[in-house]
């Protein structure tokens, strides 16, 4: 049986103030949809469309489950793990394109 690997993932806004959650299994692709405003909903409305952090998962149900705990954690979590990896908040999507 073949497995899915997936990615949990945070976006934001130029200014850092929003940030945006989410899980899929092609990372790429994804923030490229963001930035594109392929997306409809709250990435287009917020214009959240800078990578801060992400998290690779060798299949999707994992990356799912710990997208759902980032979900749940406060706002204060979230940015406490933006910045152990990201401490200047750059965008991370041009090292995922390489």
């Known amino acids: 049986m073949f497995e899915k690997s997936g990615y949990v993932y945070i976006i934001t806004n130029k200014n850092n103030t929003v940030l945006y959650t989410g899980v899929t299994s092609e990372l790429v692709q994804r923030i490229f949809q963001h930035k594109s405003k392929m997306i409809k909903g709250f990435s287009e409305k917020y214009n959240v469309t ?6 690779a998962f060798t299949n999707i149900f994992d990356a799912i ?8 954690g406060s706002r204060r979590k979230k940015i406490e ?7 200047g908040w750059d965008d991370l999507y041009e090292t995922i394109c390489q």
């Open 81 to 87: 793990l933006i910045q152990k990896i990201n401490p």
């Open 50 to 55: 800078k990578l801060v952090y992400y998290e």
């Open 65 to 72: 489950s710990r997208e759902k705990q980032i979900k749940a």
